[in-house]
Nanobody, 123 residues
Framework: QVQLVESGGGLVHAGGSLRLSCAAS????????TGWFRQGPGKEREFVAG????????NYADSVKGRFTTFRDGAKNTVYLQMNSPKPEDTAVYYC????????????????WGQGTQVTVSS
């Protein structure tokens, strides 16, 4: 079993910055990948960013490319989502998820999920 605990959400002004954390514990291994997803009011859960733990390769949704960055601190077993220049349309509950294998953009392929953290971007 793997446990994921997120933190760092809150209210941020458009153009500011915010960093989300996802602390992993349990039976993780180097072949894991993490995905960040978000779900806005009345919307489907959508892929935001993904990170491969083995080679640090990353993937981003077009809507956040160039503004958001995901990376991992192996010593802390924590994955981060750095959100720069957020926009009001980035307002959503953000989730981190983990699976073994490749980064996939479909949420149903991820076995482990954090509890979610609310991010609100004011204009």
């Amino acid at each position: 079993q793997v446990q994921l605990v997120e933190s760092g959400g809150g209210l941020v002004h458009a153009g500011g910055s915010l960093r989300l954390s996802c602390a992993a514990s349990g039976r993780t291994s180097s072949n894991y990948v993490t995905g960040w997803f978000r779900q806005g009011p009345g919307k489907e859960r959508e892929f935001v960013a993904g990170l491969s733990w083995s080679n640090s390769n990353t993937n981003y949704a077009d809507s956040v490319k160039g503004r958001f960055t995901t990376f991992r601190d192996g010593a802390k077993n924590t994955v981060y989502l750095q959100m720069n220049s957020p926009k009001p349309e980035d307002t959503a509950v953000y989730y981190c998820a983990a699976r073994s294998g490749a980064v996939l953009v479909t949420a149903t392929f991820y076995k482990y999920w954090g509890q979610g953290t609310q991010v609100t971007v004011s204009s």
